[in-house]
């Protein structure tokens, strides 16, 4: 008999899309796209399915499921949530969301070897970014909001000291900042579902749950429907 242990993670935020199982916040069990932005409503349903057959294999059912609560990709996110909240729905388990920023963070923390301040950054198209600070240990130390990347962004932030700028709408600031403190990671840092696995093992410590009938992704900016073509949820079953 499968133990109900464990949470599935989801992260569709972004051009990388990936699922994953973790337990006590230790993966079991992943999948994410070869290639940036492949059609998230393609892979995820597939990729949700192989992820529970391999924990099911060990024995293990979902506890909660865990998504990447925006900011991001308005199709992106609409695709995550509906999906998380059909299965939480289905398997009759709660909703663990997770900021989008703050997976980004966490992606970063490997590569934060001199430990500073983490302000992560998504690509909002044009110079446009979503961004918000955190400290080494993941605590917010600002607001979400967008951004629209000038010379003077984040002056404050660089006048505490040195500012570690992660993710894809760091890449296109390069050019913009040239303060001192506004330190580059070496490497391209996108939000996983790998990364939120102790984020998500934290707020099912703390029993903190989404509404699953009115929860809702963080867009930040306006949202525009579109005509949604999403049935990644017709290929899964419920297992348990």
Request: charged share 20%; aromatic share 8%.
């Amino acid at each position: 008999m499968q133990s109900k242990e464990g949470i599935l993670l989801i992260e569709t935020a972004t051009r990388v899309c990936s699922v994953a199982y973790s337990l006590k916040g230790e993966l079991l069990a992943q999948r994410i796209s070869s290639e940036a932005g492949a059609n998230h409503a393609v892979q995820l349903a597939p990729f949700v399915q192989e992820v529970l057959t391999e924990a099911q294999a060990q024995g293990f059912a979902p506890e909660a499921i865990a998504v990447s609560a925006g900011p991001g990709s308005y199709t992106g996110l609409r695709i995550g949530a509906s999906t998380a909240k059909g299965l939480a729905f289905g398997f009759e388990i709660p909703l663990i969301v997770v900021p989008t920023l703050q997976i980004v963070a966490a992606a970063a923390i490997p590569y934060n070897t001199q430990n500073l301040r983490i302000r992560s950054m998504i690509d909002a198209r044009r110079m446009e970014v979503y961004t918000a600070m955190y400290d080494t240990d993941l605590r917010p130390l600002s607001d979400e909001r967008a951004e629209v990347l000038t010379p003077k962004s984040f002056e404050s932030d660089f006048a505490l000291g040195p500012v570690l700028l992660v993710g894809d709408g760091a890449a296109k600031s390069k050019e913009i900042f040239t303060h001192p403190h506004a330190v580059f990671c070496d490497q391209e840092i996108a939000p996983t579902a790998m990364a939120m696995a102790r984020l998500a093992q934290s707020k099912m410590e703390q029993r903190d749950f989404a509404d699953l009938a009115y929860w809702e992704p963080d867009y930040l900016k306006e949202y525009v429907a579109v005509v949604g073509q999403n049935k990644v949820l017709n290929n899964i079953t419920k297992t348990v």
